[in-house]
């Protein structure tokens, strides 16, 4: 469904908030076509809605019981910037990062965001595209959201 150009048709800008906690990571198989899912659900939100979703740090695959799932490998890094090329507010964006306590199940750690939907009129794509987007992964970096397990993430 979200690699449909117009999923959901008639339900876009309707909620103020959407939620996905391991699943978006799980459905693309390059970060091109993630960011094109993210657009698709970013367009169910109202201007200024949020987005929260979670996904594995660098993990291709899972296990759930007796079953394996695909999954996209992405940084935190990987993944701010993939929101924001998407439609999320810069600088509303705030990334956390959790340690895999079993990192053999395959995956290094949990990620977790957050980031409210620009308005209309712009385009993060330009944020992202200058300079394949160095000067707004070098924000990204610098900002206080980016912490560990344990740390209290708030925007700087």
Do not use: W
């Amino acid at each position: 469904m979200a690699a449909l150009e117009k999923p959901l048709e008639g339900l876009h800008d309707s909620y103020d908030l959407v939620v996905s906690n391991f699943c978006l990571d799980s459905a693309p198989t390059n970060h091109g076509q993630f960011v094109h899912f993210i657009q698709n659900v970013l367009s169910l939100l109202k201007p200024e809605g949020f987005l929260i979703l979670s996904a594995l740090e660098e993990s291709r695959s899972y296990p759930v019981g007796d079953r394996t799932f695909l999954a996209l490998p992405l940084t935190q890094v990987e993944l701010g910037l993939m929101l924001v090329r998407a439609g999320c507010d810069p600088d509303s964006l705030v990334l956390s990062r959790v340690a895999a306590e079993r990192p053999e199940l395959g995956y290094q750690g949990l990620l977790f965001s957050c980031g409210r939907k620009l308005r209309p009129r712009s385009n993060g794509a330009d944020l992202v595209n200058r300079e394949d987007g160095h000067g707004l992964h070098q924000s990204l970096r610098s900002r206080s959201c980016f912490r560990g397990a344990g740390d209290s993430c708030t925007s700087a």
